[in-house]
């Protein structure tokens, strides 16, 4: 399985962004999805999950400004983030996993590539 993450860039604080990834697996039923970001000099952290029937999940200091989403039919996983700071700068990570969700970046075992957010203040 090949996740491919995209849309990434550099905004200015209290900005919008929406990544995308992508993947390869010709279904994801019964697959929860995640983002996760790492910052230069730091672990790889949780933001957010979506099981396979759209419940959700998010770290307390995204709740109320990113939203996660996921089209099955087109096995794509969105987060569409809003009111960006520059502590949300870093690489943010798709991950895949089957069964249900996981704030663990150790259970996941598909990764995409990443796509770097900036956001300057």
């Known amino acids: 399985v090949q996740l491919q993450a995209s849309g990434g860039g550099l905004v200015q604080a209290g900005g919008s962004l929406k990544v995308s990834c992508t993947s390869s697996?010709?279904?994801?039923?019964?697959?929860?999805m995640g983002w996760f970001r790492q910052a230069p000099g730091k672990e790889r952290e949780f933001v957010a999950a979506?099981?396979?029937?759209?419940?959700?999940y998010y770290t307390d200091s995204v709740k109320g400004r990113f939203t996660i989403s996921r089209d099955n039919a087109e096995n794509t996983l969105y987060l569409q983030m809003s009111g960006l700071r520059p502590e949300d700068t870093a690489r943010y990570y798709c991950?895949?996993?089957?069964?249900?969700?996981?704030?663990?970046?150790?259970?996941?075992?598909?990764w995409g590539q990443g796509t770097q957010v900036t956001v300057s203040s």
């Open positions: 991950a895949l996993k089957r069964g249900s969700t996981d704030y663990s970046v150790d259970s996941y075992y598909y």
């Open positions: 697996r010709s279904t994801l039923s019964w697959y929860s």
């Open positions: 979506i099981s396979w029937n759209g419940s959700t």
